[in-house]
């Protein structure tokens, strides 16, 4: 079988979960497309290099990945470091002739998203295979409310409604990490989490068009911490932490207006109690409706409009062998997957793609579509009026 030497940038958060999808994958789906294997780590942070390697069974680490781009031995780069330090890993990585995915949001500069797209459609032409990490359009309710629509089983779309509401940093004594400062992330909430429903509506309901928003940042200020990798709300720091202003939002909602005369909302913050990785969905068709839950991730909620009256309601499909990649993950209904499962389909996407010689969906020219609809909302805050997506 064939195999495929993956040097991994970033070991935080991510890059445990690239390094899982990866494990997993063969486990789930076998026979495999390729066989991963963990050839070099890399983290700026030594300590950090030198546990993935060993927690993770990476053959090499180091802390300079030209180290990995310049490895004649590695065929695979994934990048899971902050948003700023996407494009140039992303652009080498592919002028070398590796297989690039990139986390999301691609990147932390309108230019940049746009470098690594063009980037991504020369290799692509030498065979070389690019992938955006928008793992949420992969979940198979997510999936199997596609096939919905493109069966025409709700009719034509008329609205959509999309939320992603979070609370692990909704507690102002929760650190200053780096997706609290626009020089590093570029965008707080927005780039963050808005970009996942942004992928989402644009994968069911197609291209938006025009969007017009109200962007916030009611937490102005936080605690400085220690290092560069983002706790994720597990640290509280005391009253008497020093404090720095916090430069991008965490809370955005807009309206939007789809290519397709589709129109609907989008909204996401990170101030909502209670709410955790809480990804809503809804859809109404001439013909029906669906919604989706991400907290209730194993299940997709339809309702047809042919149904006889006295019957016609919501129902529960609980995904399972009989949907998207259901042969593959746990085969009982409604015990179908999790977020481990989730990057292992997301793997098996990527490395077929490889193996295959096609370029997957959530390519970086999509990354860079969100980019620009999250540049029209950015806008449409600033100007109080509807702006147009570049196209
Ligand atoms: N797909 C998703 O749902 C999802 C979820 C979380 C994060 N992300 C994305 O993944 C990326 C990483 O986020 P995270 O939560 O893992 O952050 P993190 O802070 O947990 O980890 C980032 C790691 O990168 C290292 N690093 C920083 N600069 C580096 C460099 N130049 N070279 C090598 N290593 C470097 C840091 O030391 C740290 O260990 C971000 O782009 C983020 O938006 C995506």
Redesign the pocket.
């Known amino acids: 079988m064939k195999k495929l030497n993956i040097g991994l940038?970033?070991?935080?958060?991510?890059?445990k979960?690239h390094v899982v999808g990866y494990s997993n994958m063969p486990k789930l789906f076998w026979p495999a497309p390729a066989m991963p294997v963990f050839k070099t780590v890399?983290?700026?942070?030594p300590e950090?290099a030198e546990e993935a390697k060993e927690r993770f069974g990476f053959e090499r680490c180091c802390?300079d990945?030209h180290d990995i781009v310049n490895d004649p031995e590695i065929d695979v780069v994934s990048i899971?470091?902050?948003?700023n330090?996407?494009a140039e890993?992303a652009i080498a990585a592919l002028e070398a002739g590796k297989h690039v995915i990139c986390?999301?949001?691609i990147a932390s500069k309108l230019e940049d998203a746009k470098a690594m797209a063009e980037a991504a459609k020369v290799a692509a032409d030498k065979g070389i295979v690019s992938m955006n990490?928008?793992?949420?359009r992969r979940v198979p309710a997510i999936d199997l409310a596609k096939k919905f629509i493109d069966e025409g089983s709700i009719g034509k779309i008329l609205n959509i409604r999309c939320t992603y509401l979070q609370s692990w940093s909704a507690d102002p004594d929760s650190p200053l990490?780096?997706r609290f400062q626009k020089d590093i992330a570029g965008a707080g909430t927005l780039?963050?989490i808005t970009s996942?429903v942004i992928d989402i509506a644009q994968y069911l309901a197609g291209d938006i068009d025009e969007v017009v928003s109200m962007m916030q940042t009611y937490i102005k200020e936080r605690p400085v911490q220690e290092g560069?990798?983002?706790l994720?709300g597990t640290v509280k720091l005391g009253a008497d932490a020093p404090r720095q202003e916090v430069d991008v939002d965490d809370e955005n909602s807009f309206l939007v207006k789809f290519k397709s005369g589709a129109v609907g909302s989008i909204e996401a913050t990170r101030n909502a109690w209670g709410r955790n990785n809480f990804i809503t969905i809804e859809l109404h068709g001439t013909e029906g409706s669906l919604a989706f839950n991400y907290e209730r991730l194993n299940e997709l909620q339809v309702c047809f409009a042919k149904d006889p009256d006295d019957r016609r309601g919501f129902k529960t499909i609980y995904t399972g062998p009989a949907h998207f990649h259901g042969e593959a993950t746990w085969n009982i209904p409604g015990m179908n997957i999790g977020y481990g499962e989730l990057k292992a389909i997301e793997m098996y996407e990527f490395v077929k793609a490889i193996a295959e010689g096609y370029q997957p969906s959530t390519s970086f020219e999509v990354g860079y579509r969100i980019e620009r609809v999250c540049e029209a909302v950015a806008e449409s805050a600033e100007n109080k009026k509807w702006e147009k997506v570049r196209d």
């Not at 940038?9 to 890059?15: E, I, S």
């Not at 899971?80 to 948003?83: A, D, F, S, V």
Request: net charge negative; with cysteine; aromatic share 14%.
């Open positions: 940038v970033g070991a935080g958060f991510m890059g979960a890399c983290d700026i942070v950090i802390t990945w899971c470091t902050p948003n330090a996407h890993v986390e999301k949001p990490a928008y793992q949420y990490s780096w780039g963050d996942h560069g990798v983002d994720l």
